[in-house]
């Protein structure tokens, strides 16, 4: 199970493993990898509970394992 997160340090961990973004995409920010986009969590005070920080890496094909060691 992945751990919970800053959307701070979320965005920060994406962008080292070459995502871009955050973008507005109406209701929800998204990032993009080439032709992929994921929708990300909107920025809130507390950090981004574990169960959806593993869908987002779910969506993104990236293994909770390799998000570990980013």
Do not use: C
Not at 17 to 22: A, F, Q, V, Y
Request: no cysteine; net charge positive; glycine share 8%.
């Amino acid at each position: 199970m992945a751990k919970s997160i800053s959307w701070r340090k979320l965005i920060q961990k994406f962008r080292t493993i070459e995502w871009s973004g955050p973008y507005s995409g109406g209701r929800h920010f998204f990032m993009t990898k080439g032709a992929q986009k994921i929708h990300i969590p909107n920025p809130h005070k507390s950090d981004i509970s574990g169960p959806l920080v593993a869908e987002v890496l779910r969506q993104a094909n990236v293994p909770i394992s390799d998000w570990e060691h980013i």
